[in-house]
């Protein structure tokens, strides 16, 4: 799976969000992939449920989240959703994010050997963050995807 030939193919780069809580930025992180079917309904109840079980596992760097849950939770499709928010929302372990990509993975392959390493790759540098957080259009976003992936 290929992060922005996903990103492209839903439509779900979805940028400067407004959102009151952890819990509503990741229902508007994965509203686009509800939308088109890639996930079910019962996917982002199950995410918000583990992260006040466990925590936000999945935030993987200062403002940065990855909200994801295992594939039988309601994965129909492999793919990714990416939003910014125009201010950051606090998780439950005090954590503040504004940059989160939603990944629906099929199976465990395509969790940890495909999309974490173009992740990675994405936000191997700080000056990636600023430029995502000036992004005012999905283009931008594919154009630094584009460069660094």
Request: hydrophobic share 40%.
């Amino acid at each position: 799976m290929n992060l922005l030939d996903s990103l492209k193919e839903n439509n779900s780069v979805v940028l400067q969000q407004e959102a009151d809580s952890w819990e509503e930025a990741i229902k508007t992180c994965m509203a686009p992939l509800a939308a088109n079917n890639s996930i079910e309904q019962k996917y982002i109840e199950s995410i918000i449920e583990r992260t006040k079980e466990l925590g936000p596992f999945y935030i993987l760097a200062p403002g940065l989240a990855m909200p994801h849950e295992r594939p039988e939770m309601g994965v129909n499709k492999s793919s990714f959703s990416f939003i910014t928010l125009k201010e950051p929302v606090s998780f439950p372990d005090g954590q503040e994010v504004d940059i989160l990509i939603g990944l629906a993975a099929e199976n465990a392959e395509v969790h940890a050997g495909e999309a974490i390493p173009q992740i990675v790759m994405l936000f191997d540098d700080e000056e990636i963050f600023d430029k995502i957080r000036k992004a005012k259009k999905p283009e931008d976003i594919y154009k630094l995807i584009e460069e660094k992936v």
